[in-house]
């Protein structure tokens, strides 16, 4: 939570699904005040086989398009979602290159309907909320990344790094 779910028609190597990944992941964190380790991308293939099946006018078309899944009731506004939607294609475009109409991130859509999410045993408040919540749970974290949780570890090294979630 949030949830970016690429759909790709070309082939993505690793490094440009890390980039990508890492992109959306920093600004996402630094534009909404989250902890990076709540931000989740997923890469899914559909050159081929049955999630190739995508009509567009009610033709066949091979396209990239990303859904992106935030929690509902969450007050962003209108520009901050097309902020998001720019962003996004704007890191699509450095790292994949959009010259060509088969390379390109044709669509976006941004869907607010996670109503709740618990990630790694807590649940999450509403987005506005993080800074505190960090505040409030940065000692079960920190026992957490001192029994080796690698997602833990990352948000309490994050945490050392980010004035907005200091005690």
């Known amino acids: 939570m949030p949830l970016y779910e690429f759909e790709h028609a070309i082939t993505l190597t690793e490094s440009q699904k890390q980039a990508i990944a890492h992109g959306i992941t920093e600004f996402h964190a630094t534009t909404f005040n989250t902890p990076r380790y709540i931000v989740n991308c997923t890469f899914i293939d559909i050159s081929s086989g049955p999630l190739s099946d995508t009509f567009v006018g009610g033709k066949r078309r091979h396209i990239n398009r990303l859904f992106v899944t935030l929690r509902s009731g969450t007050g ?4 901050q979602l097309r902020l998001l939607i720019d962003k996004v294609i704007s890191i699509w475009d450095d790292i994949i290159g959009g010259s060509g109409r088969e390379s390109q991130l044709r669509s976006v859509y941004i869907k607010g309907t996670i ?6 045993g807590f649940h999450l ?13 940065t000692s079960h974290f920190q026992n957490l990344a001192a029994e080796g949780d690698p997602d833990f570890v990352q948000l309490v090294e994050e945490i050392k790094t980010r004035p907005e979630f200091q005690a």
């Open 76 to 79: 962003r506004t209108p520009d």
């Open 115 to 120: 109503d709740a999410a618990k990630e790694g």
């Open 125 to 137: 408040p509403l987005p506005g909320y993080f800074e505190q919540w960090v505040k409030e749970n």
